[in-house]
């Protein structure tokens, strides 16, 4: 950690990021129209300070050229096992051996199938198959082709070895379609590979803590085909989860109904449907936690009686719903929590944020809350970015631009690390 240091009432915690230990990465690039992406990611890369060799397929040289990847990373490009002479081996060996993290980006089916089955048939898969080093793969393909068993069963595999996925993102593709299956933005990619370089550094600052989350939405049953629920995605919970995991914590994560998932096998998953099953889920986990963290939109009403049978409509007639409070799960912790440990939750509001944030934060006995606003474009359910105003218990407040959710979450989790170093100090 780094120096802790106070100007009258602002305190602030000046974390030392040096030049990262994980600085080589190598970059694999197959045969994939979202090979354009690797312009960019390598630019990003390279200006963020790392040091960024390409090794790509063969088919890859169909959407971008060799020079334009060598000429960004300032390095050769190894596309095959010799050069055009062939008078010079492109050791892959030498390649696994040199690289801190082989991320493969894009990466196509039939590389993922490949690399699931051993099959070593171009430089890069030789590469892969040699590499010492952490292995992640951000995906590219069509909806059919990422929707389908075998696709799925290739990325298991690989996820069982010790590989990580970077999930693909919702969109129109190449086809037409609009679905699943677009390469995560070059953007996102970097956050996560940041993340993987702080962690090597050893900036494990939640090291021994236990941080529990909660995210998505919740669904109240009206009948076995409706329910009560809201648009949000989970994203920004899963986001924290898995930045405080990077930082070294113990993460578990109670998520409501939602497809999107975290990145790391090592957290724990808690699927929920409903608010009080949302609620018994994460009070009975939470005396065992060193940090609550609850971004879930949880219903705050749910049907007072659920119907075991479709209701059907009447012609000319309408209908009424008797609705009930749902438990108070933020509330309930803020009551049970010890001194030893501290609690998050977060506002969404269309007007008055401050003044509704602040008394949120008091009724609920939070250490601070996280306020964002649906005024605010690029901001709230569904989005990959967020713009949040966090305020604390002694009247700060702390307003953030519009960054992505990963941004948001790290700018989250050091305001943590800023209040757990004043308990230090008191």
């Known amino acids: 950690m780094g120096s802790f240091f106070c100007l009258g009432t602002f305190c602030f915690l000046n974390i030392c990021f040096n030049p990262m230990i994980m ?5 694999g690039v197959c045969g994939s129209i979202a090979a354009y992406k690797s312009a960019l990611l390598v630019r990003l890369l390279v200006k963020e300070g790392f040091e960024v060799r390409v090794v790509m397929t063969q088919d890859a040289a169909e959407f971008i ?43 196509s089916a039939n590389t993922l199938a ?12 030789a590469t892969y198959l040699s590499a010492k080093c952490p292995v992640f793969f951000a995906p590219a393909m069509d909806l059919d082709m990422w929707k389908h068993a ?40 970097l956050d996560f590979v940041r993340e993987q370089a702080i962690g090597a550094q050893g900036v494990q600052s939640f090291k021994g803590k236990k941080v529990l989350l909660t995210a998505g939405p ?20 899963i986001a924290i989860a898995e930045a405080a995991y990077a930082r070294g914590a113990e993460v578990s994560i109670v998520l409501g109904p939602t497809n999107q998932r975290p990145r790391y096998a090592g957290i724990e998953v808690i699927s929920v449907t409903t608010a009080e099953q949302m609620f018994q889920e994460t009070t009975s986990r939470f005396d065992k936690a060193d940090l609550g963290i609850l971004t879930a939109a949880v219903a705050d009403f749910t049907p007072a009686s659920v119907s075991d049978q479709k209701i059907k409509k009447k012609s000319g007639q309408g209908m009424s719903l008797e609705l009930g409070r749902t438990k108070d799960i933020l509330r309930y912790l803020g ?17 008055n944020g401050i003044e509704n944030a602040q008394k949120k934060l008091i009724k609920k006995n939070l250490d601070f809350i996280v306020l964002n606003s649906l005024a605010d474009k690029g901001a709230g359910f569904q989005h990959d970015t967020n713009k949040i105003t966090i305020l604390d218990r002694h009247n700060n407040i702390r307003k953030f631009e519009l960054k992505s959710k990963r941004m948001v979450a790290s700018d989250i989790l ?11 100090l008191e």
């Open 218 to 237: 919740t669904y109240e049953p009206i009948d076995p085909v409706r329910f009560i629920g809201n648009r949000s995605s989970g994203k920004m919970g």
């Open 114 to 125: 490949k690399m699931a089955n051993g099959i070593c048939d171009n430089v890069l898969l």
């Open 65 to 107: 050229t060799p020079l334009t990847l060598s000429t960004l990373s300032k390095n050769a490009v190894v596309s095959s096992f010799t050069n055009g002479e062939g008078a010079m081996w492109n050791n892959h060996v030498e390649l696994g051996l040199w690289a801190d993290l082989m991320l493969i980006a894009p990466a």
């Open 335 to 351: 009551e049970h929590k010890n001194a030893g440990q501290m609690l998050v939750g977060f506002a969404l509001e269309t007007q």
């Open 23 to 27: 600085t080589k990465v190598l970059l």
């Open 150 to 189: 075998s696709t799925q069963r290739n990325i298991a595999t690989l996820q069982s070895y010790g590989n990580t996925m970077i999930d693909v993102e919702d969109g129109e593709l190449a086809s037409g379609l609009v679905g699943k299956g677009r390469m995560a933005e070059p953007e996102s990619i």
């Open 414 to 424: 050091d305001q943590v690390e800023l209040m757990w170093s004043q308990k230090d």
